[in-house]
């Protein structure tokens, strides 16, 4: 099977600090915030920076949308525009024999030439199709800017928020079809077709969903009766679609940090949906099922370790547990001390992570573990200062970061 991964989620995006006036953005993997949390606006004061940070991602990340899945400049194999597509990125084509000495054309080479596998290795033109670098950056958007409605009481920022909801799901000129048919697609004459492992492109859902909980549950006038109704019905049919799809049916079924992810997208779905109870089942399935083999009693993950950049791995799986973790205390389930068979927990698997070095070229960065560590450190404490003498010693103005605004150590 494919074990390949969207360009998106191996290198984080980081812009240069002087695009912004301070914290550099960075599209960190995943999480969920808890709506309340924001809308009640009881911020300690050491959240001021992250506050400002947070309102500077929302206007930076305002100036480069809306975002489409109609924006792209080759379509599916269906010829729908409206249908998300993008390419498997660890795939190359071998075009010897094909065309003889002809040059052949982009497009001849995507249909005619065989692909193959080079783990790890980025076809650089996977991003000629972009739809997946446009959900991710449409996520953050979405995200903080629903965050800066309630932070500044800006009514642009929510009304930001709908309109990329709006563009994304809902306009029938902009509009994506509710599937993911053709995601992560195998090119070549054996190819044309999607792959379980394109579900992770929506790996993000959950920064999504927030970000329309506090609209929704804020009462934002931005946030209309017809857009949410529609919305919903266009989550409604997604979620069919992933319930009866071979492809997402067989990304369920992933042990390792693709089926983490799965259950971020499904459950935060499901709770946007107002299916209390079938994302209690999801999410109950997730730590009973494939949870139970991911932490070792070390505290390793032995299924991102054996990949080609095991820090990253490690971070980016860490990341979708502790997301699942969020979503189940939204439901008012209890999963931050559930052990795997192997006896760990999701703090353990922290602990072992944050005392691995980071010594191969290529992998990392060491600041995709910096969230989850500030996460740890708000849930289970940290009297002894390790998670925030971690932080500080890789930033020491990890304070100011967006994600400290609802994750102060305790």
Excluded at 78 to 104: E, F, K, M, R, V
Excluded at 346 to 358: E, G, H, N
Excluded at 379 to 399: C, E, I, M, Q, T
Aim: glycine share 8%; proline share 4%; with cysteine.
């Amino acid at each position: 099977m494919l074990h390949s991964l969207i360009a998106g989620l191996f290198v984080l995006v980081v812009l240069p600090l002087n695009i912004l006036a301070g914290e550099a953005y960075i599209d960190f993997d995943n999480d969920f915030v808890d709506p309340s949390y924001i809308l009640a606006k009881k911020f300690k004061s050491s959240t001021l920076g992250a506050q400002t940070t947070v309102t500077e991602y929302a206007d930076f990340l305002a100036a480069q949308g809306p975002w489409s899945v109609i924006n792209k400049t080759a379509l599916a194999p269906s010829g729908n525009i409206h249908d998300y597509l993008s390419w498997a990125p660890y795939w190359w084509p071998n075009c010897t024999g094909i065309g003889n000495t002809s040059q052949l054309t982009p497009q001849q080479i995507w249909v005619e030439c065989p692909y193959y596998d080079r783990d790890g290795l980025f076809n650089p033109d996977r991003l000629l199709v972009n739809n997946t670098g446009a959900f991710e950056t449409m996520s953050d958007a979405v995200l903080y800017n629903a965050i800066a409605w309630v932070l500044t009481g800006a009514t642009k920022y929510s009304a930001n928020t709908a309109h990329y909801i709006n563009t994304w799901f809902v306009n029938p000129a902009t509009a994506q079809t509710p599937n993911l048919e053709y995601a992560q697609m195998h090119r070549g004459p054996a190819g044309q077709v999607g792959d379980h492992t394109g579900l992770l492109d929506f790996h993000q859902m959950s920064k999504l969903v927030s970000g329309v909980l506090i609209l929704r549950k804020g009462n934002s006038s931005a946030w209309t009766t017809t857009i949410n109704s529609k919305f919903m019905q266009w989550v409604a049919n997604y979620i069919d679609w992933v319930n009866k799809s071979p492809l997402a049916q067989a990304e369920k079924a992933s042990t390792n940090n693709h089926g983490s992810y799965f259950y971020n997208q499904l459950v935060s779905l499901q709770i946007l949906v107002g299916d209390v109870k079938g994302a209690k089942i999801s999410i109950e399935g997730y730590f009973s099922g494939i949870y139970q083999g991911q932490i070792s009693s070390t505290g390793e993950q032995p299924l991102e370790a054996s990949r080609t950049h095991p820090y990253h791995y490690r971070s980016y799986n860490l990341a979708a547990m502790i997301t699942n973790a969020r979503l189940g205390e939204y439901l008012g389930l209890n999963f931050w001390n559930t052990t795997t068979s192997g006896g760990a927990t999701i703090k353990m698997a922290a602990d072992f992570a944050m005392a691995q070095k980071l010594t191969e070229v290529g992998d990392g960065p060491l600041y995709e573990l910096y969230p989850s560590l500030a996460t740890v450190a708000s849930v289970y404490g940290d009297p002894g200062g390790k998670y925030a003498a971690f932080l500080a010693a890789g930033d020491s103005s990890y304070r100011q970061s967006a994600y400290y605004l609802w994750d102060q150590e305790r």
